[in-house]
């Protein structure tokens, strides 16, 4: 779960851990009654329908994680390449947040919606992807996405000396 709260000085603040008077914003395994809503792909292209969203700012007909697919596998120092499909495209005064594992990832911009993640350690991984809207500051979150990195054994015979 994601916390967000704003504090006396009027800086907005994420978390994975609950804070007294924290709104819970994004849930990992489902959404639920006082989470943000969560998008999910349109199960026909042809007849997109638009999200449904306490604002009409915060309505998209495509809004998910595309890369990395759920559970995909990556081995070694592969490069992951993160893509969020958004459409109709991000508007005005609207920012995206990245969260790895519960925590913001702020070397990316407020409008990225494609990045790589760089050598990542062996575990299980999951990210996801929040618009907030700045202006009425409601926020919209993608369906989390859990990845695995594998690292080879160095008990694997390519690892072996002749």
């Known amino acids: 779960m994601i916390y967000k709260w704003t504090d006396a000085q009027g800086v907005i603040h994420y ?3 609950p804070i007294p008077g924290a709104e819970k ?4 395994t489902s959404s639920s009654a006082g989470a943000a809503a969560t998008a999910r792909p349109n199960a026909d292209p042809q007849n997109p329908t638009p999200k449904k969203t306490a604002s009409a700012a915060l309505t998209y007909t495509q809004f998910a994680i595309i890369s990395p697919s759920a559970d995909q596998t990556f081995f ?12 109709p495209g991000l508007k005005a005064d609207q920012a995206i947040t990245w969260h790895l ?3 913001q990832l702020d070397d990316q911009g407020p409008t990225t919606t494609q990045f790589s993640l760089p050598h990542l350690d ?7 992807a929040t618009i907030t809207d700045q202006k009425t500051g409601e926020s919209l979150s993608t369906d989390s996405v859990s990845f695995f990195v594998r690292q080879p054994s160095e008990l694997s015979p390519q690892h072996q000396k002749p």
């Open 101 to 103: 594992n519960g925590k």
């Open 25 to 28: 914003i994004f849930t990992a």
């Open 76 to 87: 070694g120092d592969e490069v992951i390449g993160v893509h969020l499909d958004l459409d």
């Open 122 to 128: 062996r575990g299980t991984y999951v990210i996801a």
């Open 15 to 17: 978390s994975d851990q």
